[in-house]
């Protein structure tokens, strides 16, 4: 992975890991699953009217947006909703790296080095050390819930590989298109009319203008920025070796929640951080030192394009 990608990979890192505070602002105001029915709308509306379409299997477009967006946002809103504190949802959501992993040896039979497996087992130990420190803050259905909104994601990051858009931003921005329909139905049975009118109803209110300001932060940053970024690295590189990164997301996140919403780290979960930027780290990168045929194999020219 060049370096240029890796640093791309971080900041995608922080700018989701600081989505969290945004999710939370915005669920002050509007119930969780109109929510992210709205965050993608606001998107989908101007998309529809002047972006290219992004030359893209329409099953690989509706693969991306069910996955990404409907589940991944629809579980997670909901976790958060009932009680799931930032940090840990954070934390617990990056289990889709361990499931991209998994699902794209099994289904796009992408190679998973023993390098990779290391650093991708060292950063899971981290990240369970954190989960376990916490798990005594958040009810079981919560977790479970998130738990859902990472496979889904993972299920995403599949869609994406296999679509190999030209451009993904432009294939981001379409995809925004999927989530709202199903949200909004899926809202209107859950969480009621009543319930909505008074979210909108309010935007007046110090509440309301957070809740607006969380929004534009994840429909800005969370989304057209960071999702765009991802794409496109998703579509350079294998899934196996950017999805570690997003085991970031919760280092920026807890960080972020104790700086900002007071969930205090304990020194163990500060150590288990640093495990789990270790983990990425290692497993991201190639080794220096390498046998005589191995150099001669580098040195030849390779394809581009999606193996």
């Known amino acids: 992975m060049p370096a240029r990608d890796r640093f791309l990979a971080l900041l995608v890192a922080v700018l989701w890991g600081c989505n969290f505070l945004a999710i939370h602002a915005t669920l002050g105001q509007f119930p969780p699953v109109f929510a992210g029915g709205l965050r993608f709308a606001v998107i989908a509306i101007p998309t529809i009217l002047f972006v290219p379409w992004p030359k893209v299997k329409i099953r690989h477009l509706l ?26 949802a954070s934390l ?29 087992l060292l950063a899971v130990a981290g990240m369970a050390t954190i989960a376990w420190q916490q798990a005594g803050n958040a009810a079981l259905l919560p977790v479970i819930l998130t738990l859902l909104g990472a496979l889904s994601w993972a299920f995403g990051n599949l869609s994406t590989r296999q679509a190999a858009p030209d451009n993904p931003l432009n294939f981001v921005l379409w995809m925004s298109v999927v989530p709202p329909l199903p949200m909004f139905a899926l809202s209107m049975v859950m969480e009621g009319p009543a319930e909505i009118g008074r979210s909108l109803s309010t935007l007046g209110t110090p509440t309301g203008l957070i809740g607006l300001g969380g929004l534009a932060y994840v429909v800005l940053f969370g ?21 570690p990164f997003s085991l970031l997301v919760p280092v920026v996140g807890l960080s972020m929640a104790f700086l900002v919403l007071d969930e205090r780290p304990s020194p163990l979960e500060v150590v288990a951080a640093a495990v789990v930027i270790g983990g990425v780290l290692f497993g991201s990168t190639k080794r220096r030192a390498r046998e005589p045929e191995f150099l001669a194999e580098a040195e030849t020219p390779q394809p581009t394009g999606v193996r």
């Open 63 to 88: 693969g991306y947006g069910l996955g990404f967006g409907t589940g991944q946002f629809a579980f997670l809103f909901i976790a958060m909703d009932t009680g799931m504190p930032t940090g840990l």
């Open 92 to 120: 617990v959501l990056q289990a889709s790296a361990p499931f991209t992993v998994l699902l794209g040896a099994v289904f796009l039979r992408e190679r998973v080095s023993g390098r990779q497996l290391a650093g991708i």
């Open 223 to 243: 989304t057209i920025v960071g999702s765009g970024i991802w794409t496109s690295l998703m579509r350079r590189n294998p899934a196996g070796v950017v999805a």
